[in-house]
């Protein structure tokens, strides 16, 4: 089935830790994105890529590291400087450039500090 | 800056009514609007794409419609079903990429 894999699907940190978020997807799409969802609120760009060795900075990039050493996969690194990151993870992928740029989702992945 | 907002925030109607959802931004330089379904606890499902130059699109039960000039969309879904109850999430695509921004969603709640 073609779609979009997170994993784990509840994560949990300790203060200082760092842990990372998989997300691998076998639609081919050139672009790949990471939102935090908090209760209550809309979903906030983290970072997003275009394309392979490539990324931006989302709205709330601060805490956060991503990697595109591969089209299908783009982890996100929750660092320690992270203060607040308990939140719903989602990450979603789509055609860059086209009218019919339809995002799509992955199930989540949800992170509490301990 | 663009900015989307949902109302109302929670919705709550018997099976069977017909509902509208809406939906409005700021900054009619869109290049397209999604809707979404997020179940409790899980990704979202994409449910409806208008491109910017399209004033609707329908999928079975569900129309959306987009005006662009007035900032507005709105999701009417027909004989609502318990199942239909979950959050309903827009956003909009503000360039040629796929960066989305969304509101804050609607909690749909349909009774039997």
């Known amino acids: 089935d073609g779609g979009i894999t997170q994993s784990p699907k509840y994560l949990f940190r300790k203060e200082g830790q760092n842990v990372t978020l998989s997300c691998e997807q076998n639609?081919?799409?050139?672009?790949m994105y990471w939102y935090r969802q908090d209760p209550g609120q809309g979903l906030r760009l983290i970072y997003y890529?275009?394309?392979?060795?490539?990324?931006q900075k989302g709205d709330i990039a601060e805490g956060y590291s991503v990697s595109r050493e591969k089209k299908e996969s783009f982890p996100l690194t929750v660092t320690s400087a992270q203060k607040n990151p308990t939140a719903f993870y989602l990450c979603?992928?789509?055609?860059?450039?086209?009218?019919?740029?339809?995002?799509?989702f992955g199930q989540g992945t949800r992170l509490t500090v301990v | 800056k663009q900015e989307v907002t949902q109302i109302p925030a929670a919705l709550s109607v018997p099976e069977g009514e017909n509902l509208v959802l809406n939906c409005s931004f700021t900054?009619?330089?869109?290049?397209?609007l999604q809707w979404f379904r997020q179940d409790p606890g899980k990704g979202l499902t994409s449910l409806l794409l208008i491109q910017s130059s399209q004033r609707e699109q329908t999928s079975g039960r569900l129309n959306a419609s987009l005006d662009k000039s007035s900032g507005r969309s709105t999701l009417y879904i027909a004989a609502s079903q318990p199942g239909d109850s979950a959050t309903y999430l827009c956003a909009v695509t503000i360039n040629q990429g796929g960066k989305l921004i969304f509101g804050q969603g609607t909690e749909l709640s349909v009774k039997p």
């Open positions: 979603a992928s789509s055609v860059w450039g086209s009218v019919n740029t339809e995002a799509f």
């Open positions: 639609l081919n799409h050139d672009a």
């Open positions: 900054d009619s330089a869109i290049y397209n």
């Open positions: 890529s275009q394309i392979v060795n490539d990324f």
